[in-house]
């Protein structure tokens, strides 16, 4: 599952939980760049819950987005990811490293309080 929804003018709220195969992968970053159009310094709150590694066939599209991408993260300047896996928290972060102007930080899933906190300021 990946769900986003819009919470404020410029946030955005990720659920991500299971494994996505090509059908789901498609919807969920068609879904991602239609709810930032109009998003300008945006934050994004990601919670992911059970995940497994996408499918191949998924990981191909995200791959062939990954121009779109890039332009779609350019809309934001900060990204929380709430985790209690510490290879998931390790992948997010170094993920804002390829994203100049994107800050992400990885918290575990019982701090969403001082995720919060920390996305807002």
Request: with cysteine; net charge negative.
């Amino acid at each position: 599952m990946f769900k986003v929804t819009q919470n404020g003018m410029n946030r955005l709220d990720i659920q991500l939980s299971g494994k996505l195969d090509t059908e789901e992968m498609k919807i969920a970053l068609d879904e991602l760049v239609c709810k930032s159009e109009n998003i300008e310094n945006g934050k994004m709150f990601y919670e992911i819950i059970d995940f497994h590694l996408p499918s191949i066939g998924a990981i191909v599209i995200k791959f062939s987005r990954l121009p779109s991408m890039f332009v779609l993260m350019k809309k934001f300047d900060r990204a929380a990811v709430l985790t209690d896996k510490t290879w998931l928290k390790k992948v997010s972060e170094f993920e804002g490293s390829l994203f100049p102007g994107l800050e992400i930080k990885a918290f575990n899933r019982d701090q969403k309080e001082e995720a919060e906190a920390w996305l807002s300021s």
